[in-house]
């Protein structure tokens, strides 16, 4: 296999992951929530994965992000997530990035980044944060994976 097969391999499995966390915020959506899904990967299984939820739960902690880490953590029966992806489909907030650097996840694929409040493109870029002497390397961060799609699920 070439390397560019490899690439469009990685790109089509990104896509797949991405495409479960559009159908999870599109449920998210339907229940008068902000359009956010998130899936958490390990191997190729989905050990976890959450919707916005904060409205229903009137608990601004019920982001999606969180709500995947939950269901991970208690599926591992661990807090250590560095063997794990996350998909979301909208870049995460401060809050959501300090859990995820705190379980140490590996890699962060983001559909749609926000420049406000994200925790890699706005002024607190805590997921790309080396300054804090307990937190391993910053994940490896992929942006952009079905962009479009999920910036339309605003619409």
């Known amino acids: 296999m070439s390397t560019s097969d490899n690439t469009s391999d990685k790109l089509n499995t990104h896509e797949a992951y991405m495409f479960k966390c559009i159908e999870l915020a599109l449920r998210a959506k339907a229940q008068g929530?902000?359009?956010?899904?998130?899936?958490?990967?390990?191997?190729?299984?989905?050990?976890?994965?959450?919707?916005?939820?904060?409205?229903?739960?009137?608990?601004?902690?019920?982001?999606?992000?969180?709500?995947?880490?939950?269901r991970a953590t208690e599926n591992l029966k661990s807090q250590d997530l560095s063997s794990c992806i996350m998909y979301t489909t909208h870049e995460p907030c401060i809050m959501c990035s300090y859990v995820i650097r705190?379980?140490?996840?590996?890699?962060?694929?983001?559909?749609?980044?926000?420049?406000?409040?994200?925790?890699?493109?706005?002024?607190?870029?805590?997921?790309?944060?080396?300054?804090?002497?307990?937190?391993?390397?910053?994940?490896?961060i992929i942006t952009g994976i079905l962009e479009e799609e999920c910036r339309k699920l605003a619409n």
């Open 33 to 70: 929530e902000s359009p956010v899904g998130s899936i958490i990967v390990q191997g190729t299984e989905i050990i976890g994965q959450g919707i916005e939820s904060n409205k229903m739960h009137n608990d601004v902690t019920f982001h999606a992000e969180i709500e995947a880490i939950r």
């Open 102 to 140: 705190q379980t140490k996840i590996k890699a962060v694929v983001i559909g749609l980044t926000n420049k406000e409040v994200g925790g890699l493109s706005s002024k607190y870029a805590l997921l790309a944060d080396s300054s804090i002497a307990k937190w391993d390397k910053s994940p490896t």
